[in-house]
């Protein structure tokens, strides 16, 4: 008897804890596009930064834009969400969490040697469809493992 009480307790534990994670409402679509365009910014910093332009066009303009796009969104999202959830997120979530963080990175690294080896025709469109479409996957798997989530600790 005394078990069934603990684990119904640690379960309800776990439910509150993992309750942030999963009852975020979805962000608009207007954000995956702003968040999208910091990749042809990216691309502008890296060609201005390493000589692709002409001196009269400076590196600040694109790098505020990018800072702009970022202050709009978090201003947003504390508006609609309040707070960042704190603590450990549910397994399941971290794993899509730690899948972001790599395609970021693998995303990065593409967007800047697209930037270095070719014209600005291909590289702005191509770098901005490119994290399009890993914020696309990013809200697409954590919507699933959200409902995952749900699923386990009914």
């Excluded at 692709?52 to 694109?62: I, N, W």
């Excluded at 704190?86 to 794993?95: D, L, S, W, Y």
């Amino acid at each position: 008897m005394e078990s069934n009480e603990i684990q119904e307790q640690l379960r309800e534990a776990e439910r509150a804890a993992a309750a942030p994670y999963i009852a975020n409402p979805k962000s608009p679509w207007l954000h995956t596009l702003l968040l999208s365009l910091t990749g042809p910014a990216l691309v502008l910093v890296i060609t201005q930064t390493w000589g692709g332009l002409s001196e009269r066009t400076s590196a600040s303009f694109p790098s505020l834009v990018v800072a702009l796009i970022a202050m709009f969104i978090i201003l947003d999202q504390r508006k609609r969400r309040g707070v960042t959830p704190m603590g450990q997120a549910p397994r399941e979530i971290r794993r899509v969490f730690n899948w972001y963080v790599l395609g970021m990175v693998v995303i990065i690294g593409g967007v800047f040697a697209l930037g270095l080896t070719t014209s600005l025709w291909i590289s702005i469109p191509v770098s901005f469809v490119a994290c399009l479409g890993g914020l696309l996957w990013t809200g697409i798997a954590y919507e699933r493992a959200a409902e995952r989530v749900q699923a386990r600790l009914a």
